[in-house]
């Protein structure tokens, strides 16, 4: 045939990504829709998605968990090495946390009329933008950060606020006075004051003392001996008295002051700040060394220390599992200043971890001498709340404080709970908010809307990160889209398209989507894009709003250098499980067969669940082709497709011309078959396997056996007379496997005349 | 697990080994006895028929044969109908439907797969009453040879009280139901069932038989049942 003749033949073309730019070449799609990357280099139809959980049967069944919107969060990860699968989900007004022993969700933070674990207000269900609920996995269990409240702690059994955001109050002191002596009329002039003798007062002093009153209301029983507090000064001369008595082993007792603070833990080792400083405990001076105190006997100067106690006791708020008690040493004769822990025992015990080991005592005598106070306090600052969170470096990093957008702050190593004082960055010179906090490859990155911000670990190994610029112009403008794919590569979503950061340098990577894609993300709601790389061929896949959604409708996938297009989910909120499965599972919405369906659903895997999926198009459309003979019409004749074998259906094919989007010719139903004709594969189905199978191409007799599906060409006749360009769209509704495909052009002859030409 | 399978075989579709193996190799890695080595690209898988059940069961006489009640359409929301049938009470193991598999087997072992959707139906009295429910118990289970085998079975048999019977029998309202079994056998021809069984108080299935609208009833729906022999 003379077409055949004169026919042009391009080169094979496997398209695997999609531009909306006119230049382009034609190895590079106008469109590729629902179309997955396979191990094998080609194209295959998404499947799925699967309900992970269906919601029970509605009206006919018992109240069960229905995944209302707002969908606002969806997490994975196991504690307890591995035994303990944690699955949270944000729907309905609440936090909910999956339970499959009992088939169901259990509500752990809401509304308190729903009897949640623990019942908090969650603010971002007042329908305004705001980033989607945070979640961190930490190797004991889960920080949940809804948007505007408070940040919580989950570790599988047990859920509480994170740390504390408040200081204990201060404790009540209690110590001895000075006796005053008084009668209704003033001093006794017999009389005199005695120190150490009024109030709390204890010290070794003799237990009974029938000659003298006083001091059997402060001695101790003998059984007790001495107590511990005070500072003596033993360097001085023991004292004769007229009686020649003297006391060797006598002293002075010193003038002191003790204070005392309060600070909260939790079950998770977290610490609240420091609480107020009590009022000192004052001992006062007093020696045994002088004949009047009329001692038989020589008296150590030990007996003369005292004990003190600490009353009014803070209690913690319901999550607080112990108490420490914070002691000064004397004040008035130390050269340590500031807090140490109080040790509870006298001996340390094996399982003593702290000063109080409950949230309830509210008075604790202190017979502690400075001696012991060994372990300074550690300070720690409220829990601020916060909006983002990454564990890095070994630490909790928190940013954009609701007070102060743009500062960055971090935990103590392993108490993720508890913020570390003096670590507060303001990453942004203009402090902008912080936007984004992600652990790349060489160190945290922390965005702004406008600029990237490297942060790495000192050099010295001590002190605080170094902190540089990346990109002073380029940033992240949601905090769920940052996401490091398995090359190494981050990628986010920035004010005008993606951007990646490969270690070295932030580029953007979007160009190619610019036009036809990125100009259509609703630029109010990009806050809550959404990404996760799927784990088998690592695929960046990112969820945003487009042509003025407020919920994510389009799936833009990323696979290193080209991009496709998913709509089989409105996906609100992503993650991949942290297990062998390696689920991508979503909360979102997806169309099925009985309506638009809100639930969590397993992406890319399939099954006859309780709801299907409704038919979805999967699509692979050509850039607009030109003639291989550059600048001249020609006509297009025959489009070679080299598909895979999948399905017993027929593939439309449409073709339009001269960058009009209406199909010039639409083949529905005419359309090459999606198997080899002459040699039909075994569908499901209709096959059986046991009967004989005559091969056509070899003539054999088999049996009927299961296949790999083979690659295999067909070819459609096209007749576009003259174009300048033309555009071939493939779709089919299930199952279609594309692996490239090739195009045969006539140029336009001029019969070998030398002719001008026109256009 | 199956549970969640990539791609499973569908009308039309061709029978492709690479799919099934795909759903399987999490089987395979927690089982523990198979490997890669068994897996083939072009495995032989000698089934009797792999017709697929499509859009659900429709409503089988052999089963519902045994049973008080043919079902109707259990839920109209979903494409097609799907229809079930009552399980009687203290039947014993009752094949569901058609559901058997006969296989030649020249070595072994055998997958043996089921998938389907367990439900019930409460009465449609009219009255509303949510917690009108028969305190019944079902399994199910594979027979090969006419012997159920025990390690196939799914489902509690613990009668108690309601909120154990929620909690621990298949009992809700719809759930997915997955059994699977590498069986080994030895050559020859063997034939696999999926069976159920149900036991429950006597007239915890209320209703009348009279009027169908009234019954409350254990429905069966959507299966698949799938023998392979890995050589």
């Known amino acids: 045939m003379a077409w055949d003749a004169n026919g042009v033949d391009s080169g094979l073309l496997a398209q695997r990504g999609q531009s909306g730019s006119v230049v382009t070449s034609d190895e590079v799609a106008g469109r590729i829709v629902n179309m997955e990357l396979t191990e094998r280099g080609t194209l295959r139809s998404v499947r799925g998605p699967l309900e992970y959980h269906p919601a029970s049967w509605g009206a006919q069944g018992p109240s069960a968990t229905a995944y209302d919107s707002p969908h606002l969060g969806i997490f994975h990860c196991r504690t307890e090495g591995g035994l303990r699968d944690i699955l949270l989900a944000h729907f309905d007004g609440g936090i909910w946390v999956h339970e499959p022993w009992a088939s169901d969700w259990a509500l752990l933070i809401g509304d308190s009329a729903d009897s949640p674990e623990i019942s908090s207000p969650l603010p971002e269900a007042d329908g305004r933008p705001s980033f989607l609920t945070q979640f961190e996995a930490t190797p004991n269990g889960v920080i949940i950060v809804p948007q505007g409240a408070r940040a919580f702690f989950y570790d599988g059994s047990y859920i509480a606020p994170l740390g504390f955001d408040t200081a204990p109050g201060a404790p009540t002191a209690w110590g001895?006075?000075?006796?005053?002596?008084?009668?209704?009329?003033?001093?006794?002039?017999?009389?005199?004051?005695?120190?150490?003798?009024?109030?709390?007062?204890?010290?070794?002093?003799?237990?009974?003392?029938?000659?003298?009153?006083?001091?059997?209301?402060?001695?101790?029983?003998?059984?007790?001996?001495?107590?511990?507090?005070?500072?003596?000064?033993?360097?001085?001369?023991?004292?004769?008295?007229?009686?020649?008595?003297?006391?060797?082993?006598?002293?002075?007792?010193?003038?002191?002051?003790?204070?005392?603070?309060?600070?909260?833990?939790?079950?998770?080792?977290?610490?609240?700040?420091?609480?107020?400083?009590?009022?000192?405990?004052?001992?006062?001076?007093?020696?045994?060394?002088?004949?009047?105190?009329?001692?038989?006997?020589?008296?150590?100067?030990?007996?003369?220390?005292?004990?003190?106690?600490?009353?009014?006791?803070?209690?913690?708020?319901?999550?607080?599992?112990?108490?420490?008690?914070?002691?000064?040493?004397?004040?008035?004769?130390?050269?340590?200043?500031?807090?140490?822990?109080?040790?509870?025992?006298?001996?340390?015990?094996?399982?003593?971890?702290?000063?109080?080991?409950?949230?309830?005592?509210?008075?604790?005598?202190?017979?502690?001498?400075?001696?012991?106070?060994?372990?300074?306090?550690?300070?720690?600052?409220?829990?601020?709340?916060?909006?983002?969170?990454?564990?890095?470096?070994?630490?909790?990093?928190?940013?954009?404080?609701?007070?102060?957008?743009?500062?960055?702050?971090?935990?103590?190593?392993?108490?993720?709970?508890?913020?570390?004082?003096?670590t507060d960055v303001y990453p942004d010179a203009t402090g902008a908010a912080v936007t984004g906090i992600h652990a790349a490859a060489s160190g945290m990155l922390f965005f702004t809307e406008t600029s990237t911000y490297l942060a790495t670990p000192n050099d010295s190994g001590v002190g605080p990160p170094v902190y540089r610029t990346i990109s002073p112009v380029v940033g992240c403008v949601a905090p769920n889209s940052i996401k490091t794919m398995l090359s190494g590569l981050t990628v986010w979503l920035g004010r005008d398209g993606f951007y990646s950061y490969d270690g070295n340098k932030v580029v953007p990577v979007s160009e190619d989507i610019k036009d036809d894609v990125l100009k259509r993300i609703n630029s109010t709601w990009r806050l809550r894009a959404v990404a996760e790389v799927e784990p088998r061929m690592g695929e960046y896949r990112c969820w945003v709003p487009v042509d003025g959604a407020r919920v994510n409708n389009l799936c833009l996938v990323f696979d290193g250098s080209r991009w496709r297009e998913r709509t089989d989910i409105k996906a609100a909120a992503v993650c991949v499980t942290r297990d062998d499965r390696q689920l991508m599972l979503a909360l979102g919405t997806v169309a099925t067969t009985g309506g638009d369906h809100d639930s969590v659903w397993v992406l890319d895997h399939e099954a006859k669940g309780v709801r299907t999926p409704s038919a979805r198009n999967s699509i692979v459309e050509t850039s607009w082709l030109r003639s291989v003979v550059s600048r001249r019409s020609n006509t297009p004749t025959q489009l070679d497709l080299w598909l895979r074998e999948s399905t017993s259906g027929e593939v439309t094919v449409e073709v339009m011309r001269d960058w009009r989007q209406h199909p010039l010719a639409s083949g529905a139903g005419e359309g090459p078959k999606l198997y080899p004709d002459q040699d039909t594969p075994p569908f499901w189905d209709t096959a059986v396997y046991d009967e004989d199978y005559a091969n056509p191409m070899s003539g054999t007799t088999i049996p009927r056996h299961l296949v790999k599906r083979r690659p295999f060409w067909t070819n459609v006749a096209l007749y576009v007379p003259s174009c300048e360009a033309f555009k071939v769209r493939l779709t089919y509704a299930g199952d279609m496997e594309f692996v490239g495909m090739a195009y045969t052009t006539q140029d336009r002859r001029n019969g070998g005349a030398s002719l001008p030409e026109g256009t | 697990m199956w549970r969640f399978p990539r791609r499973i075989p569908k009308s039309g579709r061709v029978a492709d080994s690479e799919d099934l193996n795909e759903g399987f190799f999490p089987l395979v890695a927690a089982s523990g006895h198979l490997g890669e080595g068994n897996w083939q690209d072009d495995m032989s898988g000698q089934l009797n028929s792999v017709t697929e059940v499509a859009a659900g069961i429709a409503y089988d006489a052999s089963f519902v044969g045994n049973a008080h009640y043919a079902g109707g359409p259990v839920d109209t929301a979903i494409a097609g109908g799907l229809y079930g049938?009552?399980?009687?009470?203290?039947?014993?193991?009752?094949?569901?439907?058609?559901?058997?598999?006969?296989?030649?087997?020249?070595?072994g072992p055998v997958i043996v797969m089921a998938s389907f959707q367990h439900g019930r139906r409460r009465p449609n009295n009219g009255s509303n009453e949510p917690d009108r429910h028969a305190y019944v118990h079902v399994q199910y289970g594979i027979r090969l040879d006419g012997s159920t085998l025990p390690i196939s079975v799914v489902g509690d048999q613990d009668s108690g009280s309601e909120g154990q019977a929620m909690e621990r029998g298949l009992w809700n309202y719809r759930q997915g139901v997955d059994i699977f079994q590498i069986v080994d056998v030895a050559p020859g021809r063997h034939t696999f069932e999926l069976v159920c069984h149900a036991e429950g108080e006597l007239g915890d299935l209320e209703g009348d038989e009279d009027d169908p609208d009234q019954d409350d009833f254990v429905v069966i729906y959507s299966y698949e049942l799938l023998a392979v022999e890995v050589k």
């Open chain 1, 176 to 422: 001895p006075r000075v006796r005053q002596v008084y009668d209704a009329n003033g001093l006794f002039p017999d009389e005199y004051d005695i120190a150490n003798q009024k109030g709390y007062a204890h010290n070794g002093r003799e237990w009974i003392k029938e000659d003298w009153p006083v001091e059997w209301e402060t001695g101790a029983p003998p059984a007790v001996g001495t107590y511990r507090l005070g500072s003596i000064d033993n360097a001085v001369f023991s004292n004769s008295g007229s009686e020649k008595l003297n006391n060797p082993m006598g002293g002075v007792l010193q003038d002191g002051e003790w204070r005392a603070a309060v600070q909260f833990g939790d079950c998770w080792g977290n610490l609240s700040p420091i609480g107020g400083m009590s009022a000192p405990v004052r001992i006062h001076r007093e020696d045994n060394l002088v004949k009047e105190r009329k001692k038989d006997s020589p008296e150590s100067a030990d007996r003369m220390r005292m004990q003190c106690a600490w009353a009014d006791l803070p209690l913690g708020p319901p999550h607080t599992l112990f108490r420490n008690i914070l002691r000064t040493k004397d004040q008035l004769h130390t050269d340590q200043p500031g807090l140490f822990w109080l040790p509870p025992n006298a001996t340390t015990g094996g399982s003593t971890f702290a000063t109080l080991e409950d949230n309830r005592c509210d008075v604790y005598p202190d017979n502690i001498p400075d001696s012991w106070l060994v372990l300074p306090a550690k300070q720690v600052e409220p829990m601020p709340t916060f909006r983002l969170c990454k564990l890095g470096f070994g630490r909790m990093w928190f940013a954009n404080t609701v007070s102060e957008p743009g500062r960055v702050c971090n935990s103590w190593p392993g108490m993720w709970g508890s913020v570390q004082p003096d």
């Open chain 2, 85 to 107: 049938g009552l399980v009687q009470i203290g039947s014993g193991w009752t094949q569901v439907a058609s559901a058997t598999r006969t296989i030649d087997v020249e070595v």
